[in-house]
């Protein structure tokens, strides 16, 4: 199984960006999918879940309101729109995958990680 997350770089506060995630080695449309980010010296930090089908989506309320997730499983894609960044987003960004949506959101224990993009937000 391969995640390979991309469109991570640097941006002004209060600007925009769009990570996606591609998949492959796993039946996309049969896993839930989810974007982390770490900073550092801080724990990885569950920021949105998306159902397979995409019809339900969930967020961490630092982000709730700013970043959306999204899928399209004909590309065995998921995307996270980051819009109002603030320098406090400056993370490594991973994306996720799982069978349960538990073990995203909850648990934060999904059976596959992406290798991550940095991003970063300048004041």
């Known amino acids: 199984v391969q995640l390979q997350a991309s469109g991570g770089g640097l941006v002004q506060a209060g600007g925009s960006l769009t990570l996606s995630c591609a998949a492959s080695?796993?039946?996309?449309?049969?896993?839930?999918m989810g974007w982390f980010r770490q900073a550092p010296a801080k724990e990885r930090e569950f920021l949105a879940g998306?159902?397979?089908?995409?019809?339900?989506?969930y967020y961490a309320d630092s982000v709730k309101g700013r970043f959306t997730i999204s899928r399209d499983n004909a590309k065995n894609t998921v995307y996270l729109q980051m819009n109002s960044l603030k320098p406090e987003d400056t993370a490594v960004y991973y994306c996720?995958?799982?069978?349960?949506?538990?073990?995203?959101?909850?648990?934060?224990?999904?059976?596959?990680w992406g290798q991550g993009t940095q991003v970063t937000v300048s004041s």
């Open positions: 080695g796993l039946t996309f449309s049969r896993y839930a």
């Open positions: 996720a995958a799982d069978q349960s949506l538990h073990s995203i959101v909850e648990l934060t224990t999904p059976d596959y």
């Open positions: 998306i159902i397979r089908g995409g019809g339900s989506t």
